[in-house]
């Protein structure tokens, strides 16, 4: 059996072959048919002992069935050591019973991936009161990798002006934000954000005259419905920012909200590819390889033995 190898679902093939080419280790297409009642069937590649199973986790509800079931062939197929590469993680935001009678679905979520994956690698995952990642998967190992030095490589190739501002969009982002302004030797703000529904926020500014006639870099983590974004640039144009440009780690908006953005006054949005999104722009590649390597020629233990 191949000591090491890297599998992918259809949806993560922008990044599982170039990951195991970096690796220099096998790679294979994990096969999915969808049957007329909407059950799946999942064909997994010859299994490794150590297998890197590739698949972020936007749209996430039919991917994780197909995880159970790639992780029950490899399993069955000799595997005993299963990697999770999942670079956007779903169902983080809800880590507590805010109302009665909900779920916390990070609790659940991360307990079946924990039965099934030793291993769970992502990025910049959205925590908010759990103070790690390997709380959320008890008994196996998390890395929460950062985005921030590919988003300086990015900014280095492609320089920003030294006048430009980096803006984040609520209290949570400040270390992040902080770190990049940093790295890059910006001035940064971080913005009150006020939510009142999924899809409608109120954004101010601690000082909008540090906007006037200045360039903008809006950095966020997560862009789903846009609404943050938007608020965001409409906020920095009332103030006088000279321009905005976006980088966003995780790109979940459909494209359709492009052109939305552009006449909000976001000039360009540059994403990771953390999910396969028409913005991106990043490649985390090289951030996971290096993650990766001391997978290659490890002797895993059975799950039974440890």
Request: charged share 20%.
């Amino acid at each position: 059996m191949t000591p090491s190898a890297v599998q992918w679902l259809p949806s993560s093939a922008h990044f599982g072959p170039l990951l195991a080419e970096s690796l220099g280790i096998p790679g294979h297409a994990i096969e999915l048919h969808r049957f007329p009642d909407e059950e799946l069937r999942v064909t997994v590649g010859p299994a490794a002992t150590t297998t890197i199973v590739c698949c972020s986790l936007d749209r996430p509800n039919e991917k994780l069935i197909a995880l159970l079931l790639v992780a029950e062939a490899l399993r069955r197929n000799g595997a005993t050591r299963l990697v999770l590469v999942a670079p956007y993680l779903a169902y983080m935001r809800q880590d507590a019973a805010f109302h009665p009678g909900e779920a916390v679905s990070q609790r659940a979520i991360g307990t079946l991936l924990a039965n099934n994956f030793d291993r769970i690698i992502t990025f910049d995952a959205h925590l908010h009161r759990t103070s790690s990642l390997g709380e959320v998967f008890p008994g196996a190992e998390a890395d929460n990798l950062s985005a921030a030095s590919a988003i300086e490589a990015l900014l280095r190739a492609d320089p920003v002006s030294p006048s430009t501002v980096a803006v984040g969009p609520d209290e949570e982002s400040r270390s992040w934000i902080a770190d990049i302004a940093g790295r890059l030797g910006l001035a940064y703000c971080i913005a009150r954000k006020l939510r009142k529904t999924d899809q409608s926020v109120q954004i101010t500014l601690p000082d909008p005259s540090l906007f006037v006639e200045r360039p903008v870099l809006l950095v966020d983590d997560i862009v789903s419905s846009g609404g943050t974004l938007t608020a965001c640039a409409n906020a920095l144009t009332a103030a006088g920012a000279a321009s905005i440009q976006a980088i966003v780690v995780h790109a979940l908006f459909p494209p359709s909200l492009m052109p939305i953005f552009g006449r909000d006054g976001i000039q360009s949005i540059r994403s990771t590819d953390s999910v396969q999104h028409p913005t991106n722009a990043i490649s985390l590649n090289n951030l996971l390889a290096h993650a990766l390597r001391n997978e290659l020629g490890r002797r895993p233990l059975n799950r039974s033995q440890t």
